[in-house]
């Protein structure tokens, strides 16, 4: 029988932070910190990953912790005969398959351009040739579905060793890596010539700027990041709170895991500002950064290949270590809630995440004539639906289920939170739970959906 539980707290830690640091730490963080004026975005991010995103998280753990189940038994052990609470952990498995289905799509470019950057695609590469790699790559059937494919194969293949010889294996392993590659790349960039400007850009507040901007727009974005950041309301976390110890306080926990998230992307940062203020890019190039601007500041560095094929290393560690978390839910929940022994859920989850992540990868090639409301393409579809939709009113309902009375409570919430050393969530805080956070999180919903 599969142990399911960490061997050790770091474990516990590394692979949730894994699950939450993703390729929206490192892309969407510094592009939209480069359109929202830099220092004061950044601050703002910060105040908001404290008061809206570990509460959110300690929600999360807590149902896991208290249940011992994944989300859909989860719920139903600690809802009240007759409430239908566990219909939403339906919603969540739904909304991880969802992610999944462009997610690895994604996590496949990343891995697609270390191999580019390894094997010499860009030596000496002209801007026009940079530029169209991306390009070919998307246009390309068989690299899209084929990098795909690797991210899922490999993926289960990690799962089928199950919790602690699979997942918390290679998440600590990917984890420390990344760690260690995030902090060599910055030293390299922050070296560079007129780096400072860069690094003045994103660490010194510029009120001027920020009052061009708008003040309430800056706030709102900083508000969305960090809650998106930590990819809450979709139960991706709440199964690690089912396979970890009494022996630590969720809020210590919850704390130490947004720490390790936050200074991923404070550290991609570092490495992206210094490296277009050296070579005078626009840091706010929006989604093209990662695909087009990098890769064209690599090509003009001394060592650019290296230092390209690093910099995609640490990118397809950052992707992987969400996927294979997100796959250990999917994997958990089918097996548990339909009680079916692990190696049926796993084949299952890998036939169904496979087939259904193909139209994404054919979506800018076969499939490029389909287009949704707003004239968004397969993959901007299928995100507009899990973060504008699914996460936010995931997040509003375990926030409503954990504080109120129709739901599990506030109190039995409280214990669990507060169970074991460490910090400890206070009490005082009530109030701000039950009524202001989830305002806070429908406001996030309805500004996504304008």
């Known amino acids: ?77 600690l809802e009240r005969p007759g409430e239908k609470w566990h219909l939403h952990g339906w919603v969540c498995i739904l909304g991880c ?25 860009f030596e000496g590469a002209a801007q026009e040739s940079v530029d169209a790699v991306f390009g070919a790559l998307l246009a390309s059937p ?4 084929g990098f795909m494919a690797v991210v899922v194969v490999f993926g289960f293949v990690v799962i089928s060793f199950g919790v602690q010889k699979g997942l918390e294996k290679v998440n600590k392993f990917m984890m420390i890596g990344l760690m260690l590659l995030i902090i060599v790349l910055a030293v390299r960039t922050v070296t560079l010539p007129g780096a400072s400007a860069g690094i003045s850009f994103y660490l010194k507040p510029n009120l001027q700027a920020t009052m061009e901007i708008g003040i309430g727009n800056v706030i709102v974005a900083a508000m969305n990041q960090a809650f998106f950041t930590l990819s809450l309301g979709v139960a991706a976390l709440e199964i690690f709170g089912s396979y970890m110890s009494d022996k630590h306080s969720l809020t210590g926990e919850a704390v130490r895991i947004g720490a ?3 200074f991923v992307a404070l550290m991609a940062g570092l ?17 093209s950064l990662i695909f087009i601007t990098l890769p064209s500041v690599f090509v003009n560095m001394s060592g650019g290949r290296l230092w390209g094929t690093l910099f995609f290393v640490f990118m397809t560690f950052a992707s992987f270590s969400t996927v294979t978390a997100v796959f250990e839910n ?13 190696k049926k859920s796993i084949l299952y989850n890998f036939l169904a995440v496979f087939i259904l992540s193909i139209p994404c990868a054919l979506g800018y090639n076969v499939l490029s004539n389909i287009r949704f409301f707003g004239g968004r393409d397969i993959l901007d579809f299928e995100d ?17 289920f954990c504080t109120h009375r129709f739901g599990w409570g506030f109190d039995n919430y409280l214990a669990e ?33 304008i």
């Open 1 to 77: 029988m599969e142990n399911k539980s960490f061997a050790s707290r770091l474990g516990f830690i590394l692979v949730s932070a894994g699950c939450a640091v993703g390729i929206g730490n490192v892309w969407k963080f510094p592009y939209v910190t480069g359109q929202n004026g830099g220092a004061i975005f950044v601050l703002l991010y910060l105040l908001f990953l404290c008061i809206l995103g570990v509460p959110v998280m300690t929600m999360e753990l807590a149902i896991g912790r208290a249940s011992r189940a994944s989300i859909v038994n989860g719920y139903k052990k």
């Open 97 to 121: 398959l969802l992610l999944m289905m462009y997610y690895t799509t994604v996590s496949g470019w990343m891995i697609a351009y270390a191999v580019k950057f390894a094997t010499g695609t």
């Open 142 to 145: 068989t690299q899209m579905v």
């Open 260 to 262: 390790l998230d936050t």
């Open 271 to 287: 490495i992206i500002f210094p490296a277009c203020a050296s070579f005078g890019i626009s840091p706010d190039a929006g989604p």
């Open 330 to 342: 999917l994997v958990a929940s089918i097996s548990e809630t339909f009680r079916i022994e692990r």
């Open 384 to 400: 507009f639906l899990v973060s504008n939709l699914i996460l936010p009113i995931g997040a509003v309902v375990f926030v409503l």
């Open 417 to 449: 939170t507060n169970k074991g050393k460490g910090m400890k969530m206070p009490a005082a805080l009530k109030f701000y739970f039950q009524f202001v956070l989830p305002l806070l999180v429908i406001f996030i919903l309805i500004k996504g959906l």
